[in-house]
């Protein structure tokens, strides 16, 4: 069991906006400001999409967004794309013995 | 253009060590600037990070790795290793190897490519 909560699935036609939730606890993404998300296709190495909670990398587009509330971070695609299609992991730093700690991961599909 | 290279072999015995090594381009592990970690992927599941590496040889191992667990730097190879002994099935994984800043904060940007590790007979 993923020391972060998040949905299995999430499903959006194109053009539709859909957000990730990635749940934790105080002591990680309640508690501090380093929640990231990343892309991950089938075969390849996850892709940073977010840093530090709404930090965009360079190169990463704008559709992509994050946000936190309390013990909860999201990750909002917005205008949907067929290249949207894909697993989306949430990260968060944590002030424990484990100091990183990941989300179980969510199926983004592009009906 | 930074890049990170896992090497070591595909198939491990059960009860041996799996030993892998990552070597870096485009940045110097002896800046000191970041984390070198290891995080692995088991089949069909999530991401679950190990541990890092510091330039200076310091390690930080995660809690449930931490007793077979063994990180090492050479900077002069501008190369980082993971080794993990007493490997059963539940280790097999593509392990990755990336940098970050100190907990991942900033996000682990540059990822190596991956490398399948299978644990059997």
């Known amino acids: 069991q993923s020391a972060l909560t998040q949905p299995a699935s999430v499903s959006g036609s194109p053009g539709q906006s859909i957000t990730i939730s990635c749940t934790g606890t105080s002591i990680d993404i309640g508690g501090y400001n380093y929640v990231s998300w990343y892309q991950q296709n089938p075969g390849k190495a996850p892709k940073l999409l977010i840093f530090d909670v709404s930090n965009r990398p360079s190169g990463v587009s704008s559709r992509f967004s994050g946000s936190k509330s309390g013990n909860t971070a999201s990750l909002t695609i917005s205008g949907l794309q067929a290249e949207d299609e894909a697993d989306y992991y949430c990260?968060?730093?944590?002030?424990?013995?484990?100091?990183?700690?990941f989300g179980g991961g969510t199926k983004v599909t592009v009906l | 253009q930074v890049q990170l290279q896992e090497s070591g072999p595909g198939l491990v015995k059960p009860s041996q060590t799996l030993s892998l090594t990552c070597i870096v381009s485009?940045?110097?592990?002896?800046?000191?600037?970041?984390?070198w970690s290891w995080i692995r992927q088991h089949p069909t599941k999530g991401l679950e990070w190990i541990g890092y590496?510091?330039?200076?040889?310091?390690?930080y191992y995660d809690p449930a790795l931490r007793s077979r667990l063994t990180m090492s730097v050479d900077t002069s190879k501008n190369q980082f290793s993971l080794k993990l002994s007493s490997v059963t099935a539940a280790d097999t994984a593509v392990y990755y190897c990336t940098r970050s800043q100190y907990g991942g904060r900033g996000g682990f940007v540059y990822w190596g490519q991956g490398t399948l590790v299978t644990v059997s007979s």
């Open positions: 485009g940045d110097s592990i002896g800046s000191g600037a970041y984390y």
């Open positions: 990260s968060s730093y944590r002030s424990s013995n484990t100091l990183v700690v």
């Open positions: 590496i510091y330039y200076n040889g310091s390690p």
